[in-house]
């Protein structure tokens, strides 16, 4: 079980950029998040997928920000125009979710986007 | 809205000390409650995870606890260590996402 991995973990970049982080979550797992974590404080939630559908997105995930599961496998999330306030950890987690149970949601070791 | 609370915002102490760390939440309607170390510049690893129908959990040194009704969780450390230096974030499932605390920073002192 090799776990979330999140690339890369480090991006910089000038304010106006275009960015793109990727999330490969564990292998069985149906559902993926995303989360954004700023200096301080706890994560807060962008949107989530079961397999490739995107089921819920958070008023935080302003119209320069999308994200794509094309194959219910890994997720890409991309910002355009990025402005200063993107500056954060972008977190991924993955869960089991079916039947009965509710899993725990595993994370990632985030992308830390810093913007110059 | 949903909020989570986590009190102290942060804690230091001796090592070999017993602590409690507290979070409150509330939306009583939740599936489950979910206890994470955060290290300086890492993910989350997850500690616990509380069903709403159960009243606590352990493992090791940890055991966390759940009371719906009060809309609390406490999560305590037995016997801390240096290695226990951490930020501990405590998240509610009342849906499809989880709702964060904003963390308590600890520090185990040798």
Known sequence: DTGVSQNPRHKITKRGQNVTFRCDPISEHNRLYWYRQTLGQGPEFLTYFQNEAQLEKSRLLSDRFSAERPKGSFSTLEIQRTEQGDSAMYLCASSLVGGASNQPQHFGDGTRLSIL | ?110
Not at chain 2, 8 to 13: D, G, K, N, T
Not at chain 2, 67 to 79: E, N, Q, V
């Open chain 2, 1 to 110: 809205k949903q909020e989570v609370t986590q009190i102290p915002a942060a804690l230091s102490v001796p090592e070999g000390e017993n602590l409690v760390l507290n979070c409150s939440f509330t939306d009583s309607a939740i599936y489950n409650l979910q206890w994470f170390r955060q290290d300086p510049g890492k993910g989350l690893t997850s500690l616990l995870l509380i069903q709403s129908s159960q009243r606590e959990q352990t493992s090791g040194r940890l055991n966390a606890s759940l009371d719906k009704s009060s809309g609390r969780s406490t999560l305590y450390i037995a016997a801390s260590q240096p290695g226990d230096s951490a930020t501990y974030l405590c998240a509610e499932n009342a849906g499809n996402m989880l709702t964060f605390g904003g963390g308590t920073r600890l520090m185990v002192k040798p």
